[in-house]
């Protein structure tokens, strides 16, 4: 099993390193002991499917989080970040508390710190003083907040001298950052320490594997953010879908005979089932009602109480939604799951036509997303019209919607007139995002995985 490369980084010629680590002796007075990083990913293909136990696609971008450390016998956690939006931090590393309602940033640095210590069942921890540096724009769409849980993960693995390999850490930061209260798949994890530079990852789960997927060479995948922000983790939008999802399955399992208390994922009652993607999307047809189900209903079919479906299914955030989509959502996950098995073939068979395909793969996972899943909003989706209008072959939102970034598909030689287009057509007609072009809207390769660097 690999583990996270431990490199070296020279902070003359590497200047960003070289700031982190000024702002470290000016924050600490000394130099810091070790650098770790965990990049951010745009999801090329198949959304809001990893919780339910189907397999994605996405690619590690170069933004990322660098966190500089110094480890100590003090039992403090001390953070300091380079941006001054974000406060200092300073705790006890024994008496650690995970604010689930006001989620402030240094706590998805408490989740991958408190998951470290307890997998790994450390009884001393070392204190730690860190200087955090992230890129990843916030509230995106590109995995800010999982790139800094599984940094601060790292960060705790190398100062307690533990080694996990890179898939356990993945496994361990997808349930520790649950520690937050979103309940997401393990996608941003996985590919944030699995990434290897130049290749997009088929990610599958259960067990987790990470299969290299080549991406055809005449297009570029361009990421444009639409600059609405949400923070999934305060509001409750996220976990209605995973709870949606988790009914849908339940009220299936139920009415083909099977044990529902046992399933939570389509993905396992599809396998119990035995059907193909496409036998699952005619079951949901022959189940589910469009119409939204109220609790009550769910609660008749299921024969338990509102309590006991509170036990079985909901999530704390969720236990006053009055009703749930079934039927749309249930089609969205079947549907998204073969596009990306399909996305994963063209790629692997590169027909001549391969970079239509995919752009309409793209195109339709969006409409999907915007019309099924209802988890895409009004300039998101002006956003992804314009990027099509432009010249992408396909584009799509990317990561848990409801704003942040589309991804988009775009011919080689035809990147500058695709961004001069989008910059005109969408940043320039917007006072507040004239002067912000440049941060929202660029190209960007398969980036590299988490790795440890020392000077
Ligand atoms: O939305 C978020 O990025 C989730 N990540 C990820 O698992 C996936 O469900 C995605 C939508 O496809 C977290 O919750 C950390």
Sequence with gaps: MENVPVGKVSVEINSRYG?????????????????????????????????????????????????AVSSNDSGRLQLVNTNMEYGMFECDINDLSIN??????????????????????????????CVVDGTIPKSAGL?????????????????????????????????????????????????????????????????????????PEDVVFVISNCCVELNKAATSHFNIR??????????????KGLKWREFKRFADVQKALGLTLDEAINVVKEILHQEPYTKEEVCGILEVTVDELAQTSLSANTLDVKTFKLHDRATHVFSEANRVLQFKKTCDLKPADASVVLGNLMKDSHTSCRDLYQCSCDDLDRLVDICCQSGALGSRLTGAGWGGCAVSMVPANQVDSFIKSVTEKYYWKDDRLKEKVTENLFATQPGGGAAIYLE
């Design 19 to 67: 700031r982190i680590k000024d702002k470290f002796m000016g924050s600490y007075g000394k130099k810091p002991d070790y650098y770790a990083r965990a990049s951010g990913r745009v999801n090329l293909i198949g959304e809001h499917i990893d919780y339910c136990g189907y397999s994605v696609l996405p690619m590690a971008i170069e933004q990322d989080v660098i966190i």
């Design 100 to 129: 689930k309602e006001k989620p402030v940033w240094h706590n998805y640095f408490l989740c991958g710190l408190k998951g470290l210590l307890e997998h790994c069942k450390v009884t001393s921890p070392k204190g730690l003083q």
């Design 143 to 215: 995995s800010s907040s999982s790139a800094l849980v599984c940094c601060a993960a790292l960060v705790t693995m190398h100062a307690n001298g533990q080694a996990l390999s890179k898939k356990e850490l993945s496994d361990m930061c997808a349930h520790c950052e649950r520690f937050i209260g979103t309940e997401g798949g393990g996608m941003d994890q996985a590919i944030s320490f699995m990434a290897n530079k130049g290749t997009a990852k088929l990610i599958e789960f259960n067990p987790l594997k990470s299969t290299d997927v080549e991406l």
């Design 242 to 255: 995973v709870v949606e999802c988790r009914l849908a399955s339940q009220i299936i399992a139920k009415t």
